[in-house]
Every structure is written in structure tokens, then in C-alpha cells.
């Protein structure tokens, strides 16, 4: 666990179609902007090589242009470049939602907020936070929202990254060919927090994802320990449930203001990555999340240390 | 060898100021005192810029860097963009056309004299309000576009963006007076016999440079005060989730003035290329009718794409296709100008002074900077790779590696003009080298870096180890980079003391401003060569060669 960083996300390690229909098109445009390169600084340092000055007696020959080698390179370049336009237009087609059919039930809720990410499960009422579960295998499509400001949605080997603006939903596809942990973040800036707003998402098998969406609808585990009840009365008691949800503690579950914290014990990760998920760190950032996560909302409520057990007990309670 | 008097029409008699003592400086609206306030100026806020790129490089040095805050890095990268950009890049360009324009045209000084001190000391207050943002403890920290909602009062309730607004409406304000003054002299008073397909074609880009400026700063001004009325009058242009406001909206007006921006800094780079390379390989310019239009070109196709900093916006497809052909297209102009620029310097006799260093390494870095830069006006790999390193890699690749470079040509070049005396090359020869080291070591890796998912603008990063020791490359190259700068303003100051003599023309150059002396006099010339092509001096010193005698020449042979 205290390994959350194994492998960087990257976008030439596609895992999913559209990721590698874009990283085919990546490598196309990759050589052939090589040879250009390759052809221009070779001409270049061949020049400053054989032309140097040596001392020569009056003038090298004083040519002012070409007109057939001036349209030669127009016209080639012109040429690339309309190859490349209709490879843009293909692969455009290729990657976006509407050339492909919507995958029922699957349909993903994505709504950035400053600096955390709520993913909402539809056909069921489960909400997470800062991890996304998708089957492997089929597209799927998210509906993307802000809650504030600009965020971008950024998984790079599972597809495209596209901006989360308030006012304007976008939609967008992604995929995950095989099971495992995709890593992504915020790729717009959006504040002091815009380094700490990763997203994970866990690709599962259709009948884990399915058995693991049926725990999630699940309310929180009832406390089974009196630190476990005492735990869910803080919780509350103090203001944690007017910003945070935790289904099955009794409150009633209102506006979206922070992450839901039901079943947070199934998370890798608190604060949108920066630490592992456990009792240890959970109790840290609880006592005191500005010096985990610089410039986070949640406040310090200065909590005694019976306190912090209690809550982190009841918190990371598992089903 | 015939010298023609002026035309008197042609050459407004500038005031003199004489007398005053360094007090001269501050009333001065002589053409190129103002151009050599505005290149210290830009030199002075390049300082600052330079140790907020070393700021941010050292945080990014290792994971988990603690030596900023979050807010603190915010700042920082915001205010080196806005710095680089606005107090740096812009502003020594203006200023070297300011110097330069006026004596490569033959004329006394610029149209507006007055205008021009004007323009300079508003640019000069619109630094200093910038950066008196500091004093409210605050400074702006949206990033240098500013995007909307996150620089509305709601998300930056500090100050700070406020005066950053303030302060680019001013810089705006001069560098708009300073466009309306070089376009009108360059316009009203080029030397008799200098028609256009005779003008030099550092005059050719700061013409075009200096159109781009009326249409690009004058959107950004208006949209600068749009956000202000957002901000302190609770207006709503941008503010989403309030009846018709747009966070959308901010973008479009900040990229039709964004996209055209990267050409006004680009295309007076383009222009020093266009009088250093032919000079020093001893040709004149290949294709000098094609560098001209292909300049043209570049202007009018500059305010067509500006969409492709917004694909990742979730527009249409028709919107997105159209803006990608449009940003394709500008690649062909700006090929056009590295093929004329290469073959200039074939079969020619190069002399390898620092300032051709310089331009040979401006060429491949640029070509670096323009094929990345095609790679983002393909939509889907934009999709991918905008907003992450690969973006900033790209960015300093056309900005530093392209439009610094070929300044630093450009300085080399015309140092002994305005100083009297020349530049140390054995300094020249470790500055560059330096440079090329040290900067292709801080931004190549930036390419792999986002590549791998590194977002750009973080203060940090997790503790992956192809990424601490990526950036731990790039923050050596940076400080490297800071070594060659050093060594550069080390070379200014003791070259402008102790630099050997240059006389007239040292570079046995062919345009008007090595017709006088080094420095000029505040009246500029004496007398004016005849103009008969874009090469005067050399029709004059080499007769029987004499471009103007060309076609005659060749239907003799």
C-alpha cells in the first residue's frame, strides 16, 4: 500500500482503443516530424561544416532565390500536412462518444470539484470519490461536470483528457482493455490544490465490478465496536455530515460539498492521492489536513486524540 | 559611388535634449535612447523572470519539494509567464525595433517621438504595478491566462489578480502605442528609393509584428476590463452559474489575442534571422520575396487559430477541424522561413561569429518547437498531450530555444552598433554553448515528461522515479541556462567598457544602419547611401556585383 506510485500513466502505454488509436497517430507524426528534423539539422550543420569561411579571395556566388525549389517546399509540407488532417479527422471520429453505441447501464457522472473528484454510479445510488471502478472491456461514457472551477478529466492510457467546465457538461469516452489500476489527474490548473487532484481507476472484470457495485449500494457497515459508535456520533455531532456523506449513519444526506465516505475503507488513497488509505494516515490527516493536502477546504476542527480514534474507527469500518 | 543628399520631407528633425545628465534619460524622446530604456528595462524584468523559472525548477527539483507553499508556486509560475511574456519578450523586441527600425529605413527618428516615450514609460508602470501586488501580500496566481472562473472574485479573493489585470492594461496601452508608431514610420518615412521589396526584412516583420499588436492587444484589453468588472463590479461575462456568463467566453477573447501573441514574439526573431544569417554567410537572403510573404502569411493566419488552445474545451467538431487545418496551414509559412534561412547559408562563405552560433542553433531548436507545435493542431494528440509538460516543452522550444535565441543573434549582431564597441566572442562562444546545453537539457526532457502524464503547473509531483530524475535533469540544464545568462550580462557590461572599437560597419553588413557611425548620432545620419535594393551598402561597395544591376547582368550573360 504505502507504494501508490508504482508506474507512471503513460501515453504511450495505451490500454484502451481510443488511447491507442491516438498514440498510432502520435508515432506517425512522431517520424515523420524525425525526418523533417533529422533533414533540416543535417542540411544546417552540413552548411556551417563545408561553408565556413577559410579565407577565400572575393565573393561566393550571390544567388537570391529559386522560385521552383520555394514552391517544392511549399507544396511538400502542404502535402504532409494534408495526410496529417485527414488522419486528424479519422482518429477524432475514432475516440469520440458518438461513434460509439452507450453501453447500458454504464454511464459514468464525473463532477470535478476544487480539489477532489466525485464519480456517481447511475442505475445506482453509489458515489465515490477520487477512484472510479469501470468494467473491463466496454466503452464508457462520462458525463463531465464542474462544481466550481476548470478542472480536466486526464486518464492517459485509457483515452483523451477534456476539460470539466461549469456551465458546460462534456461527455467523453474511455476504456480499459484489461483489469488493473489506471493512474490520472487534473490536467488544468485550478488552484492550490491542482497538484493533488489524481485520479485512479480501477478496471475490474464485469462480475468484480458488479458484485463490487452491489457492496458499494450497501449503507455504511452499522458500528459494531462502542469506539465505532461512539465514532458515527461524533461524526454527527461535530459538522462532518453537513459537507461529507456517509449512507446508513442516520443524517440526512444533503448538498455535495465534500467527498462521500461511505465504505471508505475500500479506497486506496485520501486526499485525492496524496496518502495511502489507512487508520494511521486518516488519523494525521483528521488532526490536521492543511499540512497533508496545502490549501484544502475541509477545515482543522482541532480534535482530541479520543476523538480521532473514534472517528477513524468508525470510518475505515469494514462491511 | 554616388551619395544622395536626404530628402528633407522624409526626416522629421527630432528635439534635442541636451545637457540634463542621466536626468536625459527620463525626458528623452529621442528613438533610440527609448529603445535602449526599454531593452534595459526588459533585461532588468528578464532577472526577475530568470530566478522565478530557478524558484520553480528548485521546487521541482525532488518529490515532495517544500521549499514553496502551493500558493507561493502559484504565484511564481503565474508572474514568470506574465513577466517572460509581457515585461521581457515583447518589450526588448519593441525596443530593439524602436533603436534599429528608424536607421535601417534612413530616418531620423520614429513618426511620433513623443508617442513613443509615452508608450514606453506606461509599459514601464504597468510592470511596476504587477509586481506591487506584492505589497498587498498577494501576488496574482491564475496562471498567466488567467482562466475564468478561477481568477473571478469567488475563486481569487485576494487582490492580486487585480492588479495583474491592471498592470497588462497598461503594458497593452504602451505596447499599442509603440505598434501605431512603428507601422506610421515605417510607413511615412523610409528613405527615398526604398520601396517595399527594398525594405530590410527585420523592418518587413516588425511591420507585420506591429499589426498583429492592433488587432491582438486591443481584444485583450477589452476582455481584461470585462474580468476586472467581473471582479470588482459583480458583473457576470464570466462568471458560469449567473444568468449569461461564460466561463467559454474568457478563452476565446484571451486566445484571439493569445495565439497572435506567440507571432509578435516570434516574428521579429524571424526578422534579426532574416539580416544575421545572409550577413554572415557573405549572401543575400534566399528568397527574400517568399521570407517577406510567408511573414504576411503568418499575420493574417495568426488570428485563425486560436482554437487550438481550447480543444480540450469540449467544442464541436466542425469548430475543432476547421481550427486544426487553420494551425496546420501556419506551419507552412514558418517552413517556408527555416528552408530560405538553411539554403541562405548554403554555398555561402559562413563567418562563425557568435551571433551565426546562435542563429544556426535558433534554426534546429525552432524546428523542434514547429513540429511539436503541429503535433498539437492535431486534435486527438492535443487531447492528449495539451496541459501536460509536453505543452510547456513545446512552449520554451518556440519561445526560448526559438525567439531568445535569435535574439541573442540579434544582440550579437547589433551590440557594436549601439555601443560603439564589440562583444566579447571568446564570453560569446561560452555563452552560447552554455545556452545550448543548459537549455536543451532543462526543456527536452520536459517532452518525455509529459509524455509520461506529468501535468504542467504542479507544485509537485509523486514520487515516481522516472520523474524525480527526469526533473532533477531539468532542473540542473535550468541552472546551467542561469550560468549562460550570467555569462551574456557579464559580456554586456564588459564589452560596453572595455569592448574593442567596432567602427562603422564591422560586420561589413548591407543595410542603412551600418551607414553610420557606432553609435549613431542623435540625427542619425549625415548622408544616405542611394537605395537602390535591399542591400545599399552592398551596391555600393561592390559595384560591379550591385543587386539593383542584377536583371541587366543576367540578360548581358
Known amino acids: ?319 | 559611388m554616388r551619395q544622395e543628399p536626404i530628402a528633407p520631407h522624409a526626416l522629421p528633425f527630432p528635439p534635442l535634449t541636451r545637457g540634463w545628465g542621466w536626468l536625459a534619460w527620463f525626458s528623452t524622446t529621442d528613438h533610440k535612447k527609448i529603445g535602449i530604456l526599454y531593452m534595459v528595462t526588459s533585461l532588468f524584468f528578464f532577472g526577475v523572470g530568470g530566478i522565478e523559472a530557478l524558484l520553480i525548477r528548485i521546487q521541482l527539483a525532488a518529490p515532495d519539494g517544500k521549499v514553496l507553499t502551493p500558493q507561493e508556486y502559484d504565484a511564481i509560475f503565474t508572474m514568470h509567464g506574465t513577466t517572460m511574456i509581457f515585461l521581457v519578450v515583447m518589450p526588448i523586441f519593441i525596443g530593439l525595433a524602436n533603436y534599429l527600425v528608424p536607421l535601417m529605413i534612413g530616418a531620423r527618428d520614429v513618426a511620433f517621438p513623443r508617442l513613443n516615450a509615452l508608450g514606453y514609460w506606461v509599459f514601464v508602470l504597468g510592470g511596476i504595478v504587477l509586481y506591487l501586488a506584492l505589497f498587498t501580500g498577494s501576488l496574482a496566481n491564475a496562471g498567466w491566462f488567467s482562466y475564468a472562473p478561477l481568477s473571478e472574485a469567488a475563486y481569487s479573493s485576494r487582490p492580486g489578480v487585480d492588479y495583474w489585470i491592471v498592470g497588462l492594461i497598461e503594458t497593452g496601452v504602451g505596447t499599442i502605442a509603440a505598434a501605431v508608431n512603428l507601422l506610421a514610420t515605417i510607413v511615412r518615412y523610409r528613405a527615398p528609393g526604398m520601396t517595399w521589396r527594398r525594405m530590410p526584412l527585420f523592418v518587413w516583420m516588425m511591420m507585420i509584428t506591429s499589426l498583429i499588436i492592433l488587432y491582438a492587444l486591443t481584444p485583450l484589453n477589452a476582455g481584461l476590463i470585462m474580468l476586472l468588472g467581473d471582479r470588482l463590479l459583480h458583473m457576470h461575462f464570466f462568471r458560469a452559474n449567473v444568468s449569461g456568463g461564460s466561463a467559454i467566453l474568457w478563452q476565446h477573447i484571451f486566445w484571439f489575442f493569445g495565439h497572435p501573441e506567440v507571432y509578435i514574439m516570434a516574428l521579429p526573431a524571424f526578422g534579426i534571422m532574416s539580416e544575421v544569417v545572409p550577413v554572415f554567410s557573405r549572401k543575400p537572403i534566399f528568397g527574400y520575396t517568399f521570407v517577406a510573404g510567408s511573414g504576411i502569411a503568418i499575420g493574417l493566419l495568426s488570428f485563425a487559430v486560436w482554437v487550438h488552445h481550447m480543444f480540450a474545451v469540449g467544442l464541436s467538431t466542425p469548430m475543432n477541424a476547421a481550427f486544426s487545418a487553420a494551425s496546420m496551414l501556419i506551419a507552412v509559412p514558418t517552413g517556408v522561413k527555416i528552408f530560405n534561412w538553411s539554403t541562405t547559408m548554403f554555398r555561402g562563405r559562413l563567418r562563425m561569429t557568435s551571433s551565426m552560433y546562435f542563429a544556426a542553433a535558433m534554426i534546429i531548436q525552432f524546428v523542434i518547437g514547429g513540429i511539436t507545435g503541429v503535433m498539437f493542431a492535431s486534435v486527438p494528440i492535443d487531447w492528449q498531450l495539451t496541459d501536460s509538460y509536453f505543452v510547456v516543452a513545446h512552449m520554451h522550444y518556440v519561445l526560448f530555444g526559438g525567439s531568445m535565441f535569435g535574439l541573442w543573434a540579434g544582440v550579437y549582431y547589433w551590440f557594436p552598433k549601439i555601443t560603439g564597441r564589440m562583444m566579447s566572442e571568446r564570453l560569446g562562444r561560452w555563452h552560447f554553448w552554455l545556452a545550448v546545453i543548459g537549455f536543451n537539457m532543462t526543456f527536452f526532457v520536459q517532452h518525455i515528461l509529459g509524455l509520461l502524464g506529468m501535468p504542467r503547473r504542479v507544485y509537485t509531483y509523486p514520487g515516481l522515479p522516472d520523474y524525480a530524475a527526469l526533473n532533477l535533469i531539468s532542473t540542473i540544464g535550468a541552472f546551467i541556462l542561469g550560468i549562460a545568462v550570467l555569462l551574456f550580462l557579464w559580456n554586456l557590461v564588459s564589452s560596453f567598457r572595455h569592448g574593442e572599437e567596432a567602427g562603422d560597419n564591422p560586420w561589413d553588413a548591407w543595410t542603412l544602419e551600418w551607414a553610420t557611425t557606432s553609435p549613431p548620432p542623435e540625427h542619425n545620419f549625415e548622408k544616405l547611401p542611394p537605395v537602390r535594393s535591399a542591400r545599399p551598402l552592398f551596391d555600393l561597395n561592390h559595384p560591379e556585383y550591385a543587386d539593383h544591376a542584377r536583371s541587366s547582368r543576367e540578360a548581358k550573360a
Not at chain 1, 44 to 52: A, G, K
Open chain 1, 1 to 319: 500500500m504505502h507504494n501508490l506510485y508504482s508506474t507512471v500513466a503513460s501515453v504511450l502505454s495505451p490500454a484502451s482503443p481510443y488511447a491507442a488509436d491516438i498514440g498510432r497517430l502520435f508515432w506517425i507524426t512522431f517520424w515523420i516530424s524525425m525526418v523533417i528534423l533529422v533533414a533540416v539539422s543535417a542540411f544546417v550543420i552540413f552548411n556551417l561544416i563545408r561553408y565556413r569561411d577559410r579565407g577565400q579571395e572575393g565573393l561566393p556566388p550571390q544567388t537570391h532565390g529559386n522560385m521552383v525549389v520555394e514552391v517544392t517546399w511549399t507544396a511538400i509540407p502542404l502535402a504532409i500536412l494534408v495526410v496529417l488532417f485527414v488522419l486528424t479527422m479519422q482518429t477524432m471520429a475514432a475516440v469520440s462518444p458518438s461513434s460509439h453505441p452507450k453501453a447500458d447501464p454504464v454511464n459514468l457522472d464525473v463532477i470535478a470539484h476544487q480539489w477532489w473528484w466525485e464519480f456517481r454510479y447511475p442505475g445506482s445510488d453509489v458515489v465515490t470519490a477520487n477512484e472510479l471502478h469501470i468494467p473491463v472491456g466496454t466503452p464508457i461514457h462520462i458525463e463531465l461536470t464542474s462544481a466550481d472551477v476548470i478542472h480536466d478529466f486526464w486518464v492517459p492510457e485509457l483515452g483523451r483528457k477534456m476539460d470539466a467546465v461549469p456551465g458546460h457538461p462534456n461527455t467523453m469516452l474511455i476504456q480499459a482493455d484489461k483489469p488493473g489500476v489506471y493512474l490520472g489527474a487534473c490536467a488544468e490548473y485550478c488552484g492550490a490544490g491542482h497538484a493533488w487532484m489524481r485520479i485512479r481507476v480501477i478496471a475490474q472484470t464485469e462480475s468484480d465490478y458488479q458484485n463490487w457495485l452491489k457492496a458499494q449500494a450497501q449503507p455504511h457497515p452499522a458500528p459494531k465496536t462502542s469506539l465505532q459508535a461512539v465514532g458515527m456520533g461524533l461524526f454527527n455531532g461535530l459538522t462532518c455530515s453537513s459537507c461529507h456523506v456517509v449512507k446508513g449513519s442516520g443524517q440526512p444526506e444533503g448538498h455535495v460539498v465534500g467527498p462521500d465516505l461511505t465504505h471508505l475503507a475500500d479506497r486506496q488513497t485520501l486526499a485525492a492521492g496524496v496518502v495511502p488509505n489507512t487508520p494511521a494516515e486518516l488519523k494525521k490527516w483528521l488532526a490536521d489536513p492543511h499540512s497533508i493536502k496545502p490549501g484544502v477546504y475541509m477545515p482543522n476542527l482541532h480534535l482530541t486524540s479520543q476523538q480521532l480514534d473514534a472517528l477513524v474507527a468508525y470510518l475505515e469500518e469494514q462491511p
